[in-house]
């Protein structure tokens, strides 16, 4: 099985492979619990906590500018899938639009099915950070998170919440489900950030 579908990198490839990890030709899927499947017309992300409350729909989303970006994943599983193509709303393109306390420091992804994951505020607005609908020129499917996921490329891929409805602006740090459950409160892959006690 590692041989036909996972290979150890003879190097880090000028430091694009963080430590631990195979390279994926195919994209595998992990998820916790049933894949839920709902028309891209029912998507609504709430904003909340420490920002003025608000929602975006589906029209809302795409009305925004639409980014496309290629970039390498992940997944604290040991597997790294190289050159990616993702096309969605940019972070930064809709915090443009949120009004968020200055007391925040932290967000909460909330998904479909009750999943939740933590990210710093630095680390949730940079700008390669996507909330994607579509992958390799396809809209994204519901096992990779469609119709809408978030992308945040530089943590492993658990911090990349499928399935999006809700992020929760806090001011201060809180773990979600992974964390809850033994994962890292950051989880950076060049550091090998997978578990607490790393």
Known sequence: ????????????????????????????VLTY??????APQDVV?????????????????????QTTLTYDI???????KLDTTWTGVRVTDLMAQVQVDPSATHVMQRSVGGYSTNL????????ENLLAHT??????????????????PHLYFWKSAKWLTELEFMGEDRPGFWE???YHMRGDPF??????DD
């Open 1 to 28: 099985m590692l041989g036909k579908f996972f290979k150890k990198p003879k190097d880090d490839l000028n430091g694009r492979i963080p430590p631990g990890q195979t390279l994926s030709v195919r994209f595998p």
């Open 33 to 38: 619990g049933p894949t839920p499947h709902y």
């Open 45 to 65: 992300v709430r904003i909340t906590g420490l920002a003025q409350p608000r929602e975006f729909t589906w029209a809302d989303l795409l009305a925004l500018p």
């Open 74 to 80: 992940h997944c604290v599983t040991h597997w790294s």
């Open 120 to 127: 710093s505020l630095d680390d949730f607005t940079r700008p």
């Open 135 to 152: 992958y390799e020129g396809e809209p994204l499917d519901p096992e990779h998170g469609g119709p809408l996921r978030l992308v945040v």
């Open 180 to 182: 809850e459950n033994g």
């Open 191 to 196: 550091k090998e950030e997978r578990y607490d």
